[in-house]
């Protein structure tokens, strides 16, 4: 049981509430918070000065004062004509996150809503109700309207749900789920709307693999380097220490570790006539660490972000029994996780660049160190590992263009009202693209490694790297003649989703990036 009182998050709570293996309630400290801030929003509401968001109009709207006696339909209207979302919906596991995220936000007590509202989405968590949320139509200020908008059409009895994966009615999902709809009160739907939940569920989810590619991209190098019989003198401790950038030093330590009890650690085997390796093996720590950097500054972002308020307005309940101040303000902007999402999306795409390198490494004749040309058992008459290469090029290619920052882009909306928008989603969505482009591209090094120690005759990987090879060969055997590769690099990128290489990616005896399980 995970209790929700607006606390950060981190990026393995965000992924237990994301593959449903925590259930989840709202604090009851967090039910006297939300008391009080709508006890102000009752006083608010009857007030005959307009208050945004309370008894008013929306974005350019916002002067229009609206009678007491519409400001039901007011907030009923506006989850209805927000609710524009387009595209493919967000997955399960992304709409679970989304749901707490804002249940957690409610529960700070900013927002004004009836402690009902925050129970309602937990109890759609809790008993499987997952609202159809359409993954286009947001541009991360003021929040996530549209995606949010979906949400809210579930929660009061309207769009579209996935209950016990048939898609249906969100009334009938309520009803099977014994869930009566909320009936929307004085700025509850714009709570419902006004946030940054859904671009931050699914980056979050996108950097939560992403801290596992990191660390899954020192074993598949490590695998290349011995495979290449480099040296593992690059990453002698002395030379960290003179550069002392923490992910940098990490790497260079798991490398070690790696490769301890090796031929190449030894010296029994190495590459003859070469002093030093290629930069892709030799600088695995100072472009794996960097990547780990900006990882952990895009983590530290998300889990500030989801113990955040990002309503607007934002209700102060102040000290005394008569006073409470609605604020104004844009803390629903998504630029930092706009820049948050693009910066990963950036070291990802390098990180997905150097091991592109190392896997034209192994299967060019030109550079392999004697390895048969491609992988090929028979070179000429098979091709080997020629294509899967080239669709690692291919998928590098498609992550570049995604490495394009979305946050440098703007386009003003809602009359001029909004005229700087953060384009947050789009950032999130790259994001979780190139992190699928990633996890294929580190599926690819790691059986081109583990076939090229096939050809190394009494060589000794060392006990860790020997167990990875094992663990590779339980889900893709040699390759001998050639066969359709695609199966293989499937269910290899799959087994990285599934966390069957975390024993390596992430060990318990060294430093982990921010956000993932140690």
């Given amino acids: 049981m995970l209790q929700l009182s607006g606390q950060p998050l981190s990026l393995h709570d965000i992924a237990a509430i994301a593959n449903a293996s925590v259930r989840l309630e709202i604090a009851p400290s967090a039910i006297a918070q939300m008391d009080a801030s709508r006890d102000v929003v009752r006083r608010v509401a009857e007030d005959p000065l307009p208050v945004y968001g309370i008894n008013t109009g929306f974005g350019k709207l916002c002067e229009v004062r609206i009678s007491n006696g519409e400001l039901a339909r007011l907030q009923l209207n506006l989850v209805r004509s927000h609710a524009c979302g387009l595209g493919p919906p967000l997955s399960e596991p992304e709409t679970r996150v989304i749901m707490a995220l804002r249940a957690n936000t409610l529960a700070l007590g900013y927002s004004g809503v009836r402690p009902v509202v925050a129970q309602t989405l937990v109890l759609l968590l809790n008993r499987g109700v997952h609202p159809v949320i359409p993954s286009k139509g947001s541009v991360g200020a003021s929040g996530d309207l549209a995606p949010l908008a979906h949400l809210a059409l579930c929660v009061i009895g309207e769009g579209e749900a996935i209950y016990r994966g048939e898609r249906m009615p969100g009334l009938a999902a309520l009803g099977r789920a014994a869930i009566e709809p909320l009936r929307l009160q004085a700025k509850e739907g714009l709570a419902l709307l006004n946030g940054t939940q859904a671009l931050t569920a699914v980056g979050a989810l996108a950097l939560w693999r992403a801290t596992r590619l990191a660390g899954l991209a020192d074993v598949s190098g490590a695998m290349t380097l011995a495979a290449l019989l480099g040296t593992p003198a690059a990453f002698d401790q002395r030379i960290h220490a003179a550069r002392p950038h923490p992910g940098q030093g990490i790497v260079a330590a798991r490398l070690r570790a790696l490769l301890e009890g090796s031929d190449v650690a030894s010296g029994r085997r190495t590459a003859p006539a070469r002093v ?46 008569e006073s409470g101040d609605v604020l104004s303000g844009g803390n629903f902007h998504g630029a930092p996780l706009a820049l948050a999402f693009d910066t990963a999306a950036i070291a990802l795409t390098t990180l997905a660049g150097i091991a592109e390198r190392r896997i034209d490494r192994l299967v060019n004749p030109d550079l392999n160190q004697g390895l048969p040309a491609f992988l090929a058992a028979h070179p000429g008459v098979g091709s080997g590992f020629m294509i899967a290469h080239v669709a ?79 663990a590779v060969r339980a889900i893709a055997p040699p390759l001998g003649e050639d066969r359709p590769l695609s199966s293989d690099i499937e269910n290899l990128a799959r087994a990285i989703r599934q966390g069957t290489f975390d024993e390596w990616a992430i060990p318990e005896s060294l430093p982990a990036p921010a956000g993932v399980l140690q």
């Fill in 276 to 321: 030093q390796d290629a930069y892709s093996l030799r600088c695995m720590p100072q472009v794996h660490g960097a990547v780990r950097g900006a990882l952990r500054f895009a983590a530290n972002t998300v889990e500030i972000e989801t113990g955040s308020a990002t309503d607007n307005p934002l209700v102060f309940t102040g000290r005394g029994a």
């Fill in 392 to 470: 690692a090029v291919s998928l590098l290619n498609e992550s570049k263009i995604l490495a394009h920052p979305a946050s440098v882009d703007n386009v003003p909306t809602s009359g001029g009202q909004e005229d700087h928008v953060s384009m947050g989603m789009t950032a999130a969505l790259k994001l979780r693209t190139i992190v699928d482009n990633g996890e294929y591209i580190a599926a690819i090094e790691l059986l081109a490694a583990t076939e090229a120690l096939r050809y190394r005759e009494n060589f000794e990987p060392g006990p860790d790297l020997r167990r990875v090879r094992d």
